[in-house]
């Protein structure tokens, strides 16, 4: 595999600079090496003494323009190590030598390296002489992998990620360090990415599998997150969830399956709804608050009076309903939205009269209008609130402790100070 070196060059006693610089290169023994050097350093020590020693090895020059200027100076390190990457040459195939040259000079190229995922730092040390630099024949070549600087700045942005529900993401930038790092390291991100696998499939109402995904998180000794403390709340919530759907999904519905209580689902749909705003995605909030208001009717129908909305026909309470409600002669008489909640109102039920008390009927007109609808309107985040208003309230009468079941549905949000006991 090729390798890339990058080196400062800065200026000082005749001697000790360029020969530093060349024990690097000996030892490093790069395809590719590129000087990076100010107008001051390229006359006094590259054309005089790296230039002739360095005549047989390919190499180029870089020119700082102000080697006192930090972000001038990051940003022309930072395009250097950039066109490497262009090259062909991967971090891990990239090193940097910042013995030589000004404090900004090195500060920028160490800067720029890290930014960009080099992983390889160089610096000649050794006996130092009268002034302050390292004698040339006392020199020793000290090659460091800066682990815990990448590895704390990359876990930072895959916890960011997670924190604004980018779980697959999260997962993605945390996944490298899984393996083949330290333990303190290791442990933490493959926790990290485990958690962000179970809450993708959470938050995408799989819950199945989010249910299978959390029970293979082992519980772990080094967990910086608090994050396996909160998976037996997690996996309870999700459990409850999972059996209303399967439930709900079932078409000869026993009594056996019967969920205990429909709260948790209905706390997660609106946990849901809540998160897709806070992202702006509004018109796929109202679409889950459409969902919930609809599942609310379904759910109350079902367990409270025995009448299936896929097929009302077969309940013992249809001759109650069918002279209320408009039927088609023919085809399909699966009850919609409001004819659910009328439905409801008829046998006596207050979810079916605050339905109606609320005017929802003609907040669903906001969701039909939406492009994930039957129209081409995008809507904002007033049309969200106002639609939010109504189901919460609506929410109010249904039974079952709905607060409680909030806590169950709140997704974790991880201190980003934690990493600080990695470094």
């Known amino acids: 595999m090729s390798k890339a070196l990058l080196v400062t060059v800065g200026v000082g006693k005749a001697g000790d600079v360029h020969q530093a610089i060349l024990r690097s290169v000996k030892q490093t023994n790069p395809d590719r090496l590129i000087l990076l050097v100010t107008k001051t350093s390229k006359e006094q020590t590259y054309e005089t003494c790296l230039k002739p020693a360095l005549a047989a090895r390919p190499h180029s020059t870089e020119d700082l323009t102000d080697p006192d200027d930090l972000d001038k100076t990051y940003c022309e390190c930072y395009r250097t190590i950039r066109s490497l990457l262009r090259e062909g040459f991967p971090p891990d195939d990239i090193s940097v030598d910042f013995t030589s040259g000004t404090k900004v000079m090195s500060a920028a190229l160490c800067m720029a390296a890290l930014e960009l995922g080099v992983k390889s730092y160089i610096y000649v040390a050794g006996e130092r002489g009268e002034y302050g630099r390292v004698s040339s024949g006392h020199m020793k070549l000290i090659s460091s992998p800066v682990v815990s600087a990448a590895s704390v700045r990359l876990l930072s942005l895959a916890v960011r990620f997670f924190n604004a529900y980018r779980f697959e993401a999260a997962g993605e930038i945390a996944k490298p360090f899984c393996e083949d790092y330290a333990p303190r390291i290791a442990q933490p991100a493959r926790t990290l990415c485990q958690f962000a696998e179970a809450l993708d499939l959470w938050d995408r109402f799989e819950y199945a599998k989010a249910f299978e995904a959390l029970k293979r998180i082992p519980q772990s000794t080094s967990d910086p997150f608090a994050l396996v403390k909160q998976k037996q709340r997690m996996i309870s919530h999700v459990e409850e969830c999972k059996r209303t759907i399967e439930f709900f999904e079932q078409q000869h519905r026993s009594k056996a399956s019967r969920p205990t209580s429909v709260a948790p689902l209905v706390a997660d749909m609106l946990a849901n709804a809540s998160r897709r705003a806070s992202e702006a995605r509004y018109d796929d909030a109202v679409a889950r ?47 919609a939205l409001e004819q659910s909640y009328k439905a409801l109102d008829v046998l006596g039920d207050p979810l079916g009269k605050r339905f109606f008390q609320l005017k929802i009927a003609k907040a669903k007109n906001t969701r039909n209008s939406s492009f994930l609808a ?50």
């Not at 969902?291 to 009717?297: G, I, S, V, Y």
């Not at 009448?307 to 077969?314: F, G, H």
Request: aromatic share 8%; hydrophobic share 35%; net charge negative.
């Open 289 to 335: 608050l459409y969902r919930l208001t609809e599942f609310l009717a379904q759910a109350k129908l079902e367990l409270d009076h025995g009448v299936n909305t896929a097929c009302p026909t077969e309940s013992q309470k249809f001759a109650q309903l069918q002279d209320k409600l408009s039927w088609p002669n023919e085809g399909d008489k699966r009850l």
């Open 374 to 423: 039957h129209g081409f309107a995008t809507l904002d985040k007033d049309k969200y609130e106002s639609m939010e208003s109504a189901v919460t309230t609506l929410i109010e009468v249904y039974p079952g402790d709905i607060t409680k079941a909030e806590c169950g549905a709140r997704f974790p949000e991880l201190d980003i100070s934690a990493l600080d006991n990695l470094t």
